[in-house]
C-alpha cells in the first residue's frame, strides 16, 4: 500500500493518511481481515510521528473501517458482503500482498459493471435505445470494401475523416474547432488520463469541484495532484469559492462538468462560465471542460460551452460518444490548441500509438448523416420519460427528509438524506435487495460527505426502475421510522 505525503498540503499529515487508507478501502485495493502495517512500521515508513499515525488510525476505528485486536494487530473490517463472498481458507495468491503498488484509489470501476439486477449505479444508456443494428450494418459494409481496415493502424491523432465529422458535428453545438485541433481518444477517460499524464505531477494543485465524477478523482490521485474542492449549487461549480482559492493557490488545472453535471446534474449558465474562463486567464492554469452528455437536454439547449469561448487556449474539452452512442466503440475527442494540444499528442502517442481504426471508421456513416440528429431526438424523448418517473416515484414514495435536484437533461439524479445515514452501508441493504446505486462518497476527493447518493435512470426499463426506486424509497422509510421510535440511528 503506498501512501503519499504532501507536507506543505494544508490537510493534516494524520488526516491525508486516513485518506489514504480509506481510499484504498473503498476501491477494494484492501479487502477484509488483512492486516495493517504496525504503527511503529507505518511512523518509521511515512517519516511521521507515531501520534500521527495513531490519530489516523483512530479515525478509521472510530468510523468502523478497521478494528484493532489487542496483541495481534490491526485489520481492515470485513463487511457483510465480504463475509458471503470470501471463501474458508487462505488464498495461494496471498503472497501477492507484498508486492508494492501505487494505485491510491479506483472507487469508480467498483460500481461500473455489477451483478445486481437492477443497476442503478452506472450512468450507462439502455442498449436497446442505442442504435446497434445501424452500427452493425456500417461494420460489414465497411469490411465488404476494405477488408484490410482490420489490418491496420490508425494515425495517431485519430482518422481524419472521423476528426472532420466531429468539427462539423461540434460546429452544430456552437463550438468552432478544426481538425488539426481535435485528437481521437478511447473514450473521455482516456482524454482525462492523457491530460493527467501530461500536466500533472505531485504536489500539483488541481481543483475540482465537489461532489464531481469518481474516475476523473481516482486519475488526479493516482497523478499525486493536491486536490482542493469547489461546493456545487443549483448554477454549478461556486466561481467566488474558486476565485478565493485561485487568489491563495497556484492551480495547474481546473476541472468541470459544467453541462448536466456529474453527479448533481446542476447546469452552469454562461455568466459563470465566462468568470471560469477569465479566472483561468488570470491565474495561467488549465480549464478541462468534460461534456459527457450536452445533447440529453429535456427542455431547452444548454449555454454554449467555456472551449466556445475560449481564444488563447486555456480550454482542453472532451466530448465522449460512448455513452450516446456506442459503449462499445469506445470513441471520444478531445480538443485543445497550441503546444498543449502537441503534448497531448504526444502522450497518446506514448500511450497506445492511436484507437482502433475499425471502431473510428464504424461511427463516420452514423455521425455524418440525418440519422445522428433523428437518434439524439429520440434519445432525449425516452429519458425524460425515465427521468419523470423516477421524479414521481421519489415524490410519491420518498421520506419528506430526503431531497434532490431536479435534472434538466443528463442520467442521473443525485439525492441527499439524513446527515446520519451513511450510503456505504446503506448499499450493502440494497444490494440484498438485488439493487445497486452510486454512494456519494465516491464523488468527493477529500470532504467525507456520506449522505448523498446518485441514481440513474437511463440504463433501466421502466419496470426495473420502478422496482428499484420504489424500493430504495421504502427502505430509507423504515430507516427513519426505527429511529424515530428507538431515538437512536438503525445500523447504517
Request: with cysteine; aromatic share 6%; glycine share 6%.
Amino acid at each position: 500500500m503506498h501512501i503519499e505525503i504532501q507536507r506543505n498540503a494544508d490537510m493534516s499529515i494524520s488526516k491525508q493518511i486516513y485518506l489514504s487508507i480509506l481510499d484504498h478501502i473503498r476501491s477494494e485495493l484492501l479487502e477484509g481481515e488483512l492486516p495493517l502495517p504496525s504503527v511503529r512500521t507505518l511512523s518509521k515508513q511515512l517519516g511521521v510521528s507515531l501520534v500521527t499515525v495513531v490519530k489516523a488510525y483512530q479515525m478509521l476505528e472510530q468510523e468502523g473501517f478497521i478494528t484493532s485486536v489487542q496483541g495481534k494487530g490491526t485489520f481492515i473490517r470485513k463487511t457483510k458482503i465480504e463475509a458471503a463472498e470470501r471463501k474458508e481458507g487462505s488464498s495461494s495468491y496471498d503472497w501477492q500482498l507484498s508486492v508494492q503498488d501505487y494505485l491510491p484509489r479506483s472507487q469508480f470501476a467498483r460500481f461500473h459493471q455489477v451483478p445486481e439486477k437492477i443497476h442503478l449505479s452506472s450512468n450507462m444508456i439502455d442498449p436497446s435505445l442505442l442504435p446497434n443494428r445501424y452500427l452493425e450494418q456500417e461494420i460489414h459494409k465497411m469490411l465488404s470494401k476494405n477488408q484490410k481496415v482490420v489490418s491496420q493502424y490508425g494515425e495517431i491523432q485519430g482518422d481524419k475523416a472521423l476528426r472532420q465529422a466531429m468539427v462539423e458535428y461540434l460546429q452544430r453545438m456552437d463550438l468552432p474547432t478544426s481538425p488539426d485541433n481535435i485528437l481521437v481518444t478511447s473514450g473521455s477517460q482516456q482524454g482525462i488520463d492523457l491530460i493527467a499524464r501530461t500536466f500533472v505531477g505531485p504536489g500539483d494543485v488541481v481543483i475540482m469541484e465537489a461532489p464531481t465524477y469518481p474516475g476523473a478523482i481516482d486519475v488526479f490521485r493516482g497523478r499525486g495532484a493536491t486536490i482542493l474542492t469547489v461546493p456545487v449549487d443549483s448554477d454549478g461549480m461556486r466561481v467566488d469559492l474558486l476565485h478565493n482559492l485561485c487568489d491563495t493557490y497556484n492551480p495547474k488545472i481546473i476541472y468541470t462538468v459544467p453541462t448536466f453535471h456529474n453527479p448533481t446534474g446542476a447546469v452552469m449558465p454562461t455568466k459563470r462560465r465566462r468568470q471560469i474562463l477569465e479566472i483561468a486567464r488570470s491565474t495561467q492554469c488549465l480549464v478541462i471542460e468534460d461534456d459527457p452528455c450536452s445533447e440529453i437536454y429535456f427542455e431547452r439547449k444548454p449555454p454554449a460551452s467555456i472551449k466556445s469561448l475560449d481564444k488563447d487556449g486555456h480550454v482542453i474539452y472532451l466530448k465522449g460518444l460512448s455513452k450516446i452512442l456506442a459503449p462499445g466503440c469506445r470513441i471520444g475527442i478531445l480538443a485543445a490548441s497550441g503546444s498543449i494540444f502537441k503534448r497531448l499528442l504526444a502522450a497518446k502517442a506514448n500511450a497506445d500509438l492511436g484507437s482502433p481504426l475499425l471502431t473510428q471508421k464504424a461511427i463516420i456513416p452514423f455521425i455524418t448523416s440525418k440519422r445522428m440528429m433523428d437518434h439524439l431526438k429520440k434519445l432525449r424523448t425516452a429519458l425524460k420519460i425515465r427521468r419523470d418517473l423516477v421524479m414521481e416515484i421519489l415524490t410519491q414514495h420518498s421520506p419528506k427528509e430526503v431531497s434532490w435536484f431536479i435534472p434538466k437533461g443528463g442520467l442521473n439524479i443525485w439525492l441527499t438524506l439524513p446527515s446520519w445515514i451513511d450510503t456505504d452501508h446503506f448499499l450493502i441493504e440494497a444490494k440484498n435487495e438485488q439493487i445497486t446505486f452510486l454512494p456519494g462518497s465516491a464523488c468527493y476527493p477529500t470532504e467525507q460527505e456520506n449522505h448523498h447518493l446518485r441514481l440513474s435512470y437511463s440504463y433501466m426499463n421502466e419496470q426495473q426502475l420502478t422496482q428499484g426506486v420504489s424500493t430504495i424509497c421504502n427502505l430509507l422509510q423504515s430507516a427513519i421510522d426505527l429511529k424515530t421510535t428507538q431515538d437512536s440511528s438503525p445500523h447504517f
